[in-house]
């Protein structure tokens, strides 16, 4: 008996190493899970603040596409044709 308790109290001691490997990983995920989150959370006020500048940019465009539409219809500018002799 003494036999088979050596191989009982070989693999508590295994089985223990295990359950602390499981509880390490578990851990480990859970600090990983942790970061990701941290980084779509940033990411999307990232993503916030380019919809916000890039709303700003088309409304500026289309201030200066209107102004420059303006200016072309109030002055016809013409450009006189130069001939260059050979």
Not at 36 to 48: P, S, W
Not at 52 to 72: C, G, M, Y
């Amino acid at each position: 008996m003494s036999r088979v308790d050596n191989k009982i109290g070989g693999l508590e001691i295994e089985i223990g190493g295990l359950k602390q490997t499981q509880q390490q990983l578990e851990a480990r995920l859970q600090a990983l899970e942790f970061k990701v989150d941290t980084l779509i959370t940033q990411l999307d006020e990232r993503v916030t603040k380019l919809e916000a500048t890039n709303q700003i940019w088309k409304s500026n465009f289309r201030v200066v596409n209107k102004t420059f539409a303006e200016l072309r219809r109030k002055f016809k500018i013409g450009i006189p044709m130069l001939m260059f002799q050979q």
